[in-house]
């Protein structure tokens, strides 16, 4: 978005006739161009959850494969080879390709509504994130699909990723396709900073910001930070491969741990990056059922960003057993020991808000709730590998297995849902099913626990990690079988949500604006909202605009008056820290220029592995003039300075 | 409830791993407990529904403002801060524990991972007392055995976890790591870092001996091979020289190479393939005839033998106890 020329912007109230102005501007295309060229955020955000969707199935499916090679012991569904790149694509898929986007997609939906914007900063680099997380993601599986998936977990440890040992495209596709998808990630987290810092409502401090802001603002910061270094990491692997550079070759002066810090140094913090937005969705969720404001917003708001900076600093447990000085390893431990403070500061203001609240049991709260107790359980196994010498057992085994799906299940999957059920009728303007809600949480909830909670004693038994078969005498037989009756168990649960979700789609019940009686600026606008999200834009006076007057804060914010900004479309620019009007920002038009550019990038990646120079050539050609035509200096978006 | 899991680390029968365990307990015990407090909390949070009279409709339920909560926090930061504290100073006192090497060790042993094996050295004062061999560790009970891990290949991690937790082989670093059983036995191991496809069947054996079997163990290891006696047999020597001797080594005889296991002695070891198969007759012979039949993705190539051939091999190999 660029400052237009100087005007104060018109004040007045909410009307039909303003609102058809409005769309004069917003209406969005249609036909091809429309579906390429759209730039609006909540398009955009509706593409990121059904793509993350997609491949959570796909990641869970192949699970379930995994799961009937293991339901008992010596089976010979799948050859050790087929298993290898089963389990290192379910891992990149469900970490990569599933949670990260989804939570962008939430975010990429609910800001601008939640922050009383009419679209994201930089609604183009929004559009060319998407498109380039889509085409990484089918460059990644076209590579899985035709045998060549990776197949050496997904923290590819070198050597065994070197050539030498890996000599098929499965290291390729995925080095390549983890840079790839590394820019999404990398424009995804610019933009969501400078939407969080510049284009609040007026009023909208940063104390007022909803938590999942919060949580996607720290996990964006960490993002910009720590891309870079997996990006680096995978180039180098793949300059190692195919030009013979000696990152990580021990015979030509590099290091093998050289890998493990770089990637554990991004994919620590990753880690928070997936699950601090979604402990933001409960966070906002929450409360909403409870029938009041979350108990220790401020605690809570530092706590988020608390839990980052430690998690920076807590990458070596990933690598207590390779050696390192106990000196240096102790204070790695003693990080990643404190880190679960901050984590308790959520955990006891989440409970304090249902236990002083009034809660309405819906499927969205029993969602929101549950997964207090799975963030615990996943909290107390990592505080246990936490301890470098009871990780030197734990490390490697089931007992990690077990932990890291209660982190990522139970901190991810489990508020997203709720968050379908929670935000669905903004998104469509419908209700999901209640009814069905229930089975679909009581089958997810118990199939879940079923699955994962006996595999923290498969692991204290001793079963290590990605073997693809077991003795009959190892004692782990009814444990595994347990175990894949639970997965199957849980699929279902997701599938009733899949059926939910159809259903609903055209016969839900219509949702009216604000289905929930909840607080937030989301709620003040129909649903699903106008494209151009608010016709006037709001200034806001508290945390809670839609419930003022019936708690003790202010009462003064302002929804149906405001800055009109029907001149074009444009949105208002505010301050980073007090949110108060700064300039008006235009907004730009619907453009194919990202779609381009991103099909420039996936063919230029793809000459890469297959080696075709014309590919490469003609691709950045088509990179380099969709740039162009993206850049070119236009009078109406000329920039000037504020006074 | 562990004790009858060859790989479970919830009993010990050495030092090392013993040292882990009381804090392993306490970590778990306190694990369980935060798990069914918090539950327990939960749960009576949501009675608070049932005031509401099961209210489905979010509407129908007033907002309020209510009590801050904000001491909830505070106490529950003080309650989880206490074992946090413990677990901390604890982990600390057992690292300083466990993590350095024995001083003097008794006996020091060159451990290397390859794909998927185990490559044993045990280092005597001459020359003459140092030998090789693969996928079996002997040490004998009451010593700390210090154990110089190297990777030969690709990142192994060595790990028998009713001794000693993990510790990674990793190419160019000399990890170190030791060993002390308390008492006689065999104590399985298992490749703990993926290492590619037989990852799963990468797994050894250490048996602890009392000192005086631990010696009469050494010195058999010690002798060069047992020569041939029968016809069968000389002409199984010469078609091991010739096959198996361009990988493998069996001291004093001419096959001498070392990029497999060694298979000096190899009558005398209780499993064959890294722990895959019982060591006997039969399951050699499969072995040597097929062994990706039986170990797939394994780099022993399929010898393809007559079968007069291979019951020649398989009596000269039996010799060698």
């Known amino acids: 978005m660029k400052a237009v020329q100087l005007r104060a912007p018109v004040v007045g109230p909410d009307s039909v006739a303003h609102q058809a102005r409005l769309l004069q501007w917003w209406e969005a295309e249609g036909g091809l161009k429309g579906f390429f060229g759209s730039v609006d955020h909540k398009v955009i955000g509706i593409r990121y959850i059904v793509t993350a969707f997609v491949f959570l199935m796909l990641g869970g499916l192949e699970a379930l494969v995994m799961r009937l090679q293991l339901a008992g012991p010596d089976r010979s569904l799948l050859t050790p080879q087929q298993y290898d790149q089963l389990f290192s694509t379910h891992g990149m898929t469900m970490i990569f390709l599933y949670a990260s986007p989804v939570l962008s997609g939430f975010s990429n939906y609910l800001w601008p509504l939640m922050l009383g914007s009419r679209d994201m900063a930089f609604p183009r680099l929004n559009a060319l994130g998407y498109w380039i997380y889509l085409a990484s993601g089918i460059f990644l599986y076209t590579g899985f699909l035709t045998g060549n998936g990776p197949n050496d977990g997904w923290f590819n440890y070198v050597p065994y990723a070197s050539r030498p040992y890996n000599p098929g495209l499965n290291e390729d596709f995925y080095s390549l396709g983890m840079v790839f998808l590394g820019i999404a990630t990398t424009v995804g987290a610019a933009n969501f900073i400078v939407t969080a810092f510049r284009t609040r409502a007026p009023g909208m401090s940063l104390d007022r910001l909803p938590i999942l802001a919060w949580g996607t603002l720290t996990a964006s910061f960490a993002n910009l930070v720590v891309v870079p270094a997996v990006s680096l990491a995978f180039l180098m692997l793949w300059l190692d491969r195919q030009f013979g550079t000696q990152f990580f070759n021990t015979a030509g002066g590099g290091a093998p741990l050289l890998w493990q810090h770089l990637f554990w140094i991004f994919g620590h913090p990753w880690v928070y990056a997936i699950v601090l937005p979604a402990m933001g969705m409960v966070s906002d969720g929450l409360p909403v059922f409870c029938r009041r404001p979350l108990v220790g917003y401020s605690l809570v708001a530092i706590s988020t960003v608390a839990t980052m900076i430690l998690g920076f600093g807590v990458w070596v447990h990933h690598m207590f057993a390779t050696g390192l000085p106990g000196l240096g390893m102790s204070f790695f431990s003693a990080a990643s020991i404190a880190i679960t403070l901050p984590s308790a500061v959520a955990v006891f203001a989440w409970l304090a808000t249902i236990r002083f609240g009034k809660p309405v049991i819906t499927t969205a709260f029993l969602f929101f709730s549950s997964m207090i107790l799975l963030f615990v359980i996943g909290g107390v196994s990592g505080f246990m590998t936490a301890s470098v010498p009871v990780d030197w057992q734990l490390t490697d085994t089931y007992f990690v297995v077990a932990h890291l799906h209660y982190v990522l299940i139970g901190i991810n999957v489990f508020p997203v849902v709720g968050a379908i059920y929670f935000w669905f009728p903004k998104m469509r303007g419908r209700m999901l099913d209640e009814r069905l809600g229930r089975w679909n949480f009581w089958v997810m909830f118990i199939g879940f626990n079923l699955a994962f909670l006996p595999m923290h004693l498969?692991?204290?038994?001793?079963?290590?990690?990605?073997?693809?078969?077991?003795?009959?005498?190892?004692?782990?037989?009814?444990?595994?079988?347990?175990?894949?009756?639970?997965?199957?168990?849980?699929?279902?649960?997701?599938?009733?949500?899949?059926?939910?979700?159809?259903?609903?789609?055209?016969?839900?019940?219509?949702?009216?604006?604000?289905p929930w009686d909840a607080p937030t600026l989301e709620w003040s606008v129909s649903s699903p909202p106008p494209v151009y999200n608010f016709a006037v834009i709001p200034t806001v006076a508290s945390r809670h605009p839609l419930w003022e007057g019936r708690l003790s804060s202010p009462t003064c914010s302002s929804l149906q008056e405001g800055p009109l900004l029907d001149e074009g479309r444009e949105s208002l620019g505010t301050s980073a820290v007090e949110a108060s009007p700064d300039m008006i920002l235009e907004v730009p038009q619907d453009s194919c220029a990202p779609a381009v550019l991103a099909a420039g990038v996936a063919g230029t990646f793809s000459g890469l592995i297959l080696k075709s120079e014309p590919l490469v050539i003609v691709s950045a050609v088509v990179l380099g003039l969709a740039l162009l035509w993206w850049l070119w200096p236009r009078r109406q978006l000329r920039e000037r300075e504020p006074a | 409830m562990s004790g009858s899991t060859p790989l479970g680390y919830l009993d010990a029968a050495g030092a090392r791993a013993a040292a882990i365990l009381p804090l392993t307990w306490f970590m778990l015990i306190v694990s369980i407990a935060v798990c069914v407090i918090i539950g327990a909390v939960l749960v009576r949070g949501l009675r608070g529904a049932q005031a509401n009279g099961g209210a489905a409709e979010t509407r129908s339920v007033g907002v309020s403002e209510g009590p801050s909560g904000i001491a909830w926090i505070r106490r529950g930061l003080v309650l989880s801060g206490i074992p946090l504290l413990i677990a901390l100073v604890w982990t600390m006192v057992t690292l300083a524990a466990v993590s350095g090497p024995p001083p003097r060790p008794a006996l020091t042993l060159d451990v290397t991972g390859h794909q998927w094996w185990w490559e044993v050295r045990y280092n005597g004062a001459q020359p003459q007392d140092t030998f090789t061999t693969a996928n079996e560790i002997h040490i004998p009970v009451g010593v700390r055995v210090l154990v110089r891990l190297h990777g030969g290949d690709v990142i192994h991690s060595f790990?028998?976890?009713?001794?000693?937790?993990?510790?990674?082989?990793?190419?160019?670093?000399?990890?170190?790591g030791w060993l002390e059983a308390a008492a006689a036995g065999r104590y399985l191991g298992q490749c703990s870092e993926y290492c590619g496809p037989q990852h799963a069947h990468m797994m050894l054996d250490v048996i602890a001996q009392a000192p005086q079997d631990f010696e009469r163990w050494r010195a058999l290891q010690l002798k060069p091979a047992i020569p041939p006696t029968t016809p069968a047999a000389v002409r199984g020597a010469a078609l091991v020289e010739y096959r198996c001797g361009s990988c493998h080594q069996i001291r004093g005889t001419l096959a001498a190479a070392t990029g497999a296991p060694d298979l000096s002695h190899l009558a005398s070891r209780r499993s064959l393939g890294a722990g895959l198969l019982p060591n006997t007759p039969g399951t050699l012979a499969a072995w040597i005839d097929n062994a990706h039949n039986l170990k797939p993705d394994c780099l022993m190539p399929n010898q393809q033998l007559t079968g007069a051939d291979l019951s020649d091999v398989l009596e000269y190999l039996e010799l060698q106890r």
């Open chain 1, 458 to 514: 498969t692991g204290l038994l001793g079963m290590p990690r990605r073997i693809y078969s077991y003795g009959p005498e190892m004692g782990w037989t009814t444990l595994n079988l347990i175990t894949s009756l639970g997965s199957f168990v849980f699929a279902s649960g997701v599938l009733l949500l899949l059926v939910n979700v159809i259903r609903s789609w055209s016969k839900g019940q219509p949702a009216g604006a604000n």
């Open chain 2, 159 to 176: 790990w028998v976890p009713k001794l000693s937790g993990k510790t990674d082989m990793i190419p160019g670093q000399i990890n170190l």
